[in-house]
């Protein structure tokens, strides 16, 4: 059964950083990609960025293009998303995906497992 866990989320001045981790385990996920998506009050939950764990090729949402960084361990089975010049606008509900690789990876649909979500929140 796959599982993913997130963590680091946390409270931090808008300018400042933040480091997201998700581990991940109960399959082997050479095909996989892995992404991150976010979700405020009111609004629909929205792709941040994707990483392909067998290549490392990662694609980005525009609106956190340049400041945010997505990497993967192999060895760990850990996904991390680093969170550079945050905006209030970042404050949101931060989830980890899985899903087998299968094109552009920024939509939800193409996810198949989801963690629980990691609250960031970013004050002004």
């Known amino acids: 059964q796959v599982r993913l866990v997130e963590s680091g989320g946390g409270l931090v001045q808008a300018g400042g950083s933040l480091g997201l981790s998700c581990a991940a385990s109960?399959?082997?996920?050479?095909?996989?990609?892995f992404g991150w998506f976010r979700q405020s009050p009111r609004k629909e939950r929205e792709f941040v960025a994707t990483?392909?764990?067998?290549?490392?090729?990662?694609y980005y949402a525009d609106s956190v293009k340049g400041r945010f960084t997505i990497s993967r361990d192999n060895a760990k089975k850990t996904v991390y998303l680093r969170m550079n010049s945050l905006k209030s606008d970042d404050t949101a509900v931060y989830y980890c995906?899985?899903?087998?690789?299968?094109?552009?990876?920024?939509?939800?649909?193409?996810?198949?497992?989801w963690g629980q979500g990691t609250q960031v929140t970013v004050s002004s």
């Open positions: 995906a899985a899903g087998p690789a299968r094109g552009l990876m920024a939509m939800r649909s193409r996810y198949d497992y």
């Open positions: 109960g399959r082997t996920f050479s095909t996989y990609a």
């Open positions: 990483v392909n764990w067998s290549d490392g090729s990662t």
